[in-house]
């Protein structure tokens, strides 16, 4: 389901599957799985949109990791 799509997730109270983590696996599964007609299928993701300007370039794909929106707050040990 996609973020234009929220609005018919309230009126659906179950599903054939649900993946959580859109990542690569998920995403593919959730696209073999949805080929089937009769199937209904959830993907869910955290987080919010990504709207700071210097993400979709890809160079500058490395500053996601200093805007806290992005990284979750995350740091990890050496």
Not at 33 to 60: F, N, Q
Not at 68 to 78: D, F, L, Q, V
Request: aromatic content about 8%; glycine content about 12%.
């Amino acid at each position: 389901v996609s973020a234009g799509d929220i609005e018919g997730i309230g009126k659906m109270k179950q599903f054939d599957y649900i993946i959580i983590g859109a990542g690569t696996a998920g995403c593919v599964l959730a696209n073999r799985l949805s080929a089937k007609a009769d199937a209904s299928v959830l993907l869910l993701e955290a987080g919010g949109p990504y709207r700071h300007p210097m993400l979709p370039i890809p160079m500058m794909a490395g500053l996601s990791y200093f805007i806290k929106s992005t990284n979750w707050n995350y740091e990890s040990a050496p």
